[in-house]
Structures are given as structure tokens and as C-alpha cells.
């Protein structure tokens, strides 16, 4: 326990001094005097312009450096999101477009492996394509600002801040110590994926697996070789907790209930130790499948109170919700619950896949079970159609 709190000390601490530092540098770079005068007003805003656009050139590029190495060693692209921009596949095109998501505006890239072969190397490589590109990024940003002509405050100014901006990121990714909310830095997965043996094994099992999820591959169609990693006996903390959750999912969508049961009782064992941003992003799953399946409302219950924040995926929230209503015989409130999930999975936080929509169908069959007067209330007030049960 003492050890994991200082390295929650420490990461967080390096996140903080991190942040201060590119304020700091940002604040005096755009206040710095223009040709030896105070800049004006018009001369401030344009520097704050400048800065900010420098930024996110380093913010994009740390997550371009990610896709990069990816697809380098035959990872599929998925998506590219930083600030306001996001960029994802879509068939064989790429497609742009608003970054709604504003947790996500500090930047993601997922690419996803094709195969298994070699994996660990393959994920090492697409980990560290973001720290290195950075800390490249500031090298040669540097010499730029340096070398640039002396009246060139704007373009000096500019490539300065990339090169401080970029230091920064470099300095907070490749730490060891974890990104703070129990999730890990690029420092502390490549750590673990180049020591080798088990322990990488699993690092790149799991990284596997959430590739896939957030591409949307149903569950039952991962990799089995590496739903079988994540089991495996492991240490305790965060992995062990996301991973249980990835293969109950998993052996639940291949209708092992037996499978799915003991991944679920490995992570509510685990469940008191974990961070709370780590259990707001999969207690509405854990929720639905206590409810769903052991009909256990008042658990279920407690742990859906925990799924708020940024990383909360809302179409499982109402699907935890519904299952809750129809445990409890709200028919009438299971079906609201189940028509805003089905609106909240056309536009998913980051999961999405067919495992979702057949769940919440089967719940909308049984809550109409032997209730028509429900079904014509639901078509009479314009709802979405609800499927008939099975006979």
C-alpha cells in the first residue's frame, strides 16, 4: 500500500509541477517584449493565438507520433482525436470530424493489432512512438527558435513554444509512475513491455483487448489467447480490475455464464482498492451484469451511483438503469431507460458494438413480455419501435 501511494504521489506531483512549468513558459513566451517595446493589446492576442496553436501542434503531433509506430508495425487505424478535432476510419475512408468528447481533448490515438504475431514488440513500438516524437519535436524545435532570423518574433516565438510544450509532454508521458487514476503512462506500459516474460505478455494482452473495444469488436470475437492473459493469475490493482471486467464481457457474449461469474467475483474483490476514475469507467457494466444476472438491485445500485464522470460510457449507464427498473417491475421505466440508451449508442463516448444493441433489445422483449398495454403506449407516443418478445 505504501508503494502505491507514492507512486501516486510521485505521478501526480510530476503532472503538477509538468503543468505549471508549460504555464509558466507559455505565460512568459506570450508577454515577452516584440523588438525590445511592450507588446500592445493586438500584439498580446495574436501571441496567445500563436501559442495556442503551437500547443496543439505538440499535443497532435505526441498522438500522431502514437498512430504513426502503429500502423508502422501493421496496426489498423481506428481514430486520432486531439482538441477539437477527431479523425477515425470509417470503412476504408477517413473521416473528420467535431471532438465532442471534451475528456478528450488532451488527445487519444488507437490503432489495433491485426494479429497476434510478435505482439509485445509491436505494442512497444506504437508506445513509444508518442514520448519519442515529442521529445524529437523539442529538439528540433528548439534549434529552429534558435537559428530562426532575430526578426522573426512571431516564428521564433512559435517554435519555442512547441519545443517547451513538447519537453513537457515527453517529461509527463515517459515517467514510469502512471498517468494518475490509476491508468498508466506511455513510460510505465513500455517499462513493463520490454522487461518481458509474463508481465509484458499481459500488459500487451490487455492493450489488445481495449484496442478492440474501443473499435468496436464485439467481444466474443477477441483474441481468446489474450481474454486468457488478462486472467491469468497477476498482481493486484487496475490491470487486474480492467482486465476481469474485458473478460466478463467477453465469455458473456460467448454465453459462458460460469466464466463471465468468476471474472465478475475477481473484480469485485478487487473492487475497494481501485481509483475512482478507474471504477466510474466500468461500474455501469459490472452493475448490469449483478442485475442482470443475479438480479442483485441494491448492489447494482450502489455501484451505478459510481458511474459518473468523463469516462462513463452513457449508453451503458441507462442500460444498467433499465435492467435495474425491470428487475424492480418498472416496466413503463425500463423502456425509457432502454429508448435513450439506444439514442446515447448512436453516439458513443468510445464503446459501441453489436453485443450493446442485442442487449438492449432483449431487455425491451422482456419488459413488453405480457404487456401490450406498454408496447401501444410506447408506438402511440412516437417512441421507437419495440421488438415482439419470442414466442
Known sequence: ??????????????????????????????????????????????????????????????????????????????????????????????????????????????????????????????????????????????????????????????????????????????????????????????????????????????????????AGVRPRAWPPSAVERVVAPQRHGPYAAAGSMLAAQHFLDRGEEARAGEAVDRLLALWPEQPDLLRASIAADLAFFLVDRRGDTVRARELLAEARGPLAEPHRVLRAQAAIRLAEGDRRGALTAVAAAREALARPLLEANDMDRELLDALAARACQDDDEVRQDRLLEGGSAIPEPPR
Open 1 to 214: 500500500m505504501r508503494r502505491k501511494r507514492t507512486k501516486v504521489i510521485a505521478a501526480s506531483a510530476g503532472a503538477v509541477v509538468s503543468v505549471a512549468l508549460a504555464a509558466y513558459l507559455a505565460a512568459r513566451l506570450a508577454t515577452r517584449p516584440l523588438s525590445g517595446s511592450a507588446p500592445g493589446a493586438a500584439g498580446v492576442a495574436l501571441r496567445i493565438v500563436v501559442v495556442v496553436t503551437a500547443v496543439y501542434v505538440a499535443m497532435a503531433s505526441h498522438e500522431l507520433g502514437h498512430t504513426l509506430a502503429g500502423v508502422a508495425r501493421g496496426f489498423r487505424f481506428v481514430f486520432w482525436a486531439v482538441g477539437p478535432l477527431w479523425v477515425s476510419r470509417e470503412g476504408e475512408r477517413l473521416q473528420a470530424r467535431l471532438n465532442g468528447n471534451l475528456s478528450m481533448w488532451g488527445g487519444m490515438a488507437v490503432t489495433v493489432p491485426q494479429d497476434t504475431g510478435d505482439i509485445v514488440r509491436r505494442f512497444a513500438w506504437a508506445v513509444a512512438g508518442g514520448p519519442v516524437t515529442s521529445l524529437a519535436l523539442a529538439l528540433l524545435a528548439a534549434f529552429g527558435s534558435a537559428a530562426a532570423p532575430a526578426d522573426a518574433d512571431l516564428l521564433r516565438l512559435w517554435l519555442a513554444t512547441i519545443a517547451a510544450t513538447s519537453a513537457v509532454i515527453f517529461l509527463v508521458t515517459v515517467q514510469p509512475f502512471g498517468a494518475g487514476g490509476g491508468f498508466a503512462s506511455d513510460g510505465g506500459r513500455l517499462w513493463r513491455l520490454l522487461r518481458g516474460g509474463a508481465p509484458a505478455a499481459q500488459e500487451a494482452a490487455l492493450l489488445t483487448l481495449a484496442s478492440l473495444a474501443v
